[in-house]
């Protein structure tokens, strides 16, 4: 029952902050949350953890100033994540009720132009009511694909995304599938859906079924297999140009600033004493990745991942 | 008593869940348990329905005679009216 507060607490606030966009004249797509959740049987909760949403990738700032006007703040400030591998939306938290909202400019998996994303996704969307306030949903289509590139950017280590992709290829027709591959090579993000169907067995027959190439980018590779955490920021390092810049990389990832030590650990999410904690056990933590993220790069960069 | 009878669409959200539901009044911070009566009235409720068809709706339900749905049915739009929950 717990699961299923939280879910609809966070349908509100997705619609509170649909509508504040809006007021800010910014348009957004709702990813996952509900649009998943329209998949599921009648009677049962598909349970989300924050609110994902989509927006024209010259309308972050605009949007950010709305998320501040609810009591939200950034995880992490772009200053305080520079040479780091650039993250695929901006995360906002707000600490009174704990609601998490993640702006997102692109998807993990996508190779095309942030700007390109948007105009597809927002070309077929679906009005639904949420909380009084109308908000736009992805095609079935393009739902279809987010859902493989969720799985994908997660690995088969993330229960709910694996739940959500079994769902999705037992009941999303097959001529959706085939639109999502058609939208997903259209957007060069055909590697990574690929990566995401093959996490399981229905949806390696599906990708071989839609022709979908297996070949895959060492990023792509890294996450699909649920790398450890640190490997794709040891790649991320090694196609850093110039000595410089590399030392810098390294510098800040040992002495990370407190919001990018935020945007990698939940730890460091839990206020004060968690941040601290997460800086004292942060040597502690590298040190425990750092082999198996090499190991596993390692992999990837021959394509065995 | 032809009136269509609906719930509020603001701030208001709500999820089925074995055959009973739960809401959240995002007006008053408050979650509602609704039982398995009156979860079977909450759909009609969201669409827009009269007394008159919450009545039949129950009496199908639970088998109860038009009387008593009928009781029932007030009952229930007065308690959800005491909470601000339908619409004016």
Same mark, same amino acid.
């Given at each position: 029952?717990?699961?299923?507060?939280?879910?609809?607490?966070?349908?509100?606030?997705?619609?509170?902050?649909?509508?504040? *966009?809006?007021?800010?004249?910014?348009?957004?797509?709702?990813?996952? %949350?509900?649009?998943?959740?329209?998949?599921?049987?009648?009677?049962?909760?598909?349970?989300?953890?924050?609110?994902? *949403?989509?927006?024209?990738?010259?309308?972050?700032? &605009?949007?950010?100033?709305?998320?501040?006007?609810?009591?939200?703040?950034?995880?992490?400030?772009?200053?305080?994540?520079?040479?780091?591998? &650039?993250?695929? #939306?901006?995360?906002?938290?707000?600490?009174?009720? %704990?609601?998490?909202?993640?702006?997102?400019?692109?998807?993990?998996?996508?190779?095309? &132009?942030?700007?390109?994303?948007?105009?597809?996704?927002?070309?077929?969307?679906?009005?639904?009511?949420?909380?009084?306030?109308?908000?736009?949903?992805? $095609?079935?289509?393009?739902?279809?694909? %987010?859902? #493989?590139?969720?799985?994908?950017?997660?690995?088969? %280590?993330?229960?709910?995304?694996?739940?959500?992709?079994?769902?999705?290829?037992?009941?999303?027709?097959?001529?959706?599938?085939?639109?999502?591959?058609?939208?997903?090579?259209?957007?060069?993000?055909?590697?990574?859906?690929?990566?995401? =169907?093959?996490?399981?067995? #229905?949806?390696?027959?599906?990708?071989?079924?839609? $022709?979908?190439?297996?070949?895959?980018?060492?990023?792509?590779?890294?996450?699909?297999?649920?790398?450890?955490? =640190?490997? *794709?920021?040891?790649?991320?390092? =090694?196609?850093?140009?110039?000595?410089?810049?590399? #030392?810098?990389?390294?510098?800040?990832?040992?002495?990370?600033?407190?919001?990018?030590?935020?945007?990698?650990?939940? =730890?460091?999410?839990?206020?004060? $004493?968690?941040?601290?904690?997460?800086?004292?056990?942060?040597?502690?933590?590298?040190?425990?990745?750092?082999?198996?993220?090499?190991?596993?790069?390692?992999?990837?960069?021959?394509?065995?991942? | 008593?032809?009136?269509?009878?609906?719930?509020?669409?603001?701030?208001?959200?709500?999820? @089925?869940? @074995?055959? @009973?539901?739960?809401?959240?009044?995002?007006?008053?911070? @408050?979650y509602l348990a609704v039982n398995r009566s009156g979860a079977e009235l909450w759909p009609l409720l969201a669409e827009g329905a009269t007394r008159v068809q919450l009545a039949a709706r129950l009496s199908e339900a639970f088998g109860l005679d038009a009387d008593r749905a009928a009781e029932d049915v007030e009952a229930f739009l007065a308690?959800?009216?005491?909470?601000?929950?339908?619409?004016?």
């Amino acid at each position: 029952m717990r699961e299923v507060a939280r879910t609809l607490a966070l349908d509100l606030v997705a619609a509170d902050v649909v509508h504040a *966009l809006r007021e800010a004249g910014v348009e957004s797509v709702l990813l996952r %949350g509900p649009a998943v959740a329209r998949l599921y049987p009648p009677g049962t909760v598909r349970a989300y953890v924050d609110v994902d *949403l989509l927006v024209p990738p010259g309308a972050l700032g &605009p949007a950010g100033e709305a998320l501040l006007a609810l009591g939200f703040e950034r995880v992490a400030e772009d200053a305080e994540l520079r040479g780091h591998r &650039p993250a695929h #939306a901006h995360e906002w938290l707000r600490l009174g009720d %704990g609601a998490a909202v993640d702006l997102h400019r692109t998807l993990s998996g996508v190779g095309a &132009p942030p700007a390109e994303l948007w105009a597809a996704f927002a070309r077929h969307v679906e009005i639904v009511l949420l909380g009084g306030v109308d908000v736009q949903l992805p $095609s079935p289509a393009a739902t279809a694909l %987010g859902i #493989a590139l969720h799985a994908a950017h997660h690995g088969p %280590g993330r229960e709910r995304s694996l739940r959500d992709l079994a769902l999705a290829l037992e009941l999303v027709p097959e001529g959706t599938w085939r639109a999502a591959a058609d939208l997903a090579g259209g957007l060069d993000a055909l590697p990574a859906f690929g990566a995401g =169907l093959s996490l399981l067995p #229905a949806g390696a027959d599906l990708a071989e079924r839609l $022709s979908i190439p297996s070949g895959m980018p060492v990023e792509v590779a890294l996450r699909a297999s649920g790398a450890p955490p =640190l490997a *794709l920021g040891l790649d991320w390092l =090694l196609s850093t140009p110039g000595p410089r810049a590399k #030392a810098g990389l390294v510098l800040r990832t040992l002495f990370p600033a407190p919001g990018a030590l935020r945007s990698w650990r939940a =730890l460091a999410r839990r206020g004060r $004493s968690g941040l601290v904690a997460a800086y004292a056990s942060h040597p502690f933590w590298l040190a425990r990745h750092a082999l198996p993220s090499a190991i596993a790069l390692f992999r990837a960069r021959r394509g065995g991942a | 008593m032809s009136d269509v009878v609906r719930l509020r669409k603001d701030k208001l959200e709500w999820r @089925e869940v @074995e055959g @009973e539901v739960v809401a959240l009044d995002g007006t008053a911070s @408050e979650y509602l348990a609704v039982n398995r009566s009156g979860a079977e009235l909450w759909p009609l409720l969201a669409e827009g329905a009269t007394r008159v068809q919450l009545a039949a709706r129950l009496s199908e339900a639970f088998g109860l005679d038009a009387d008593r749905a009928a009781e029932d049915v007030e009952a229930f739009l007065a308690a959800l009216d005491e909470r601000g929950l339908l619409e004016r």
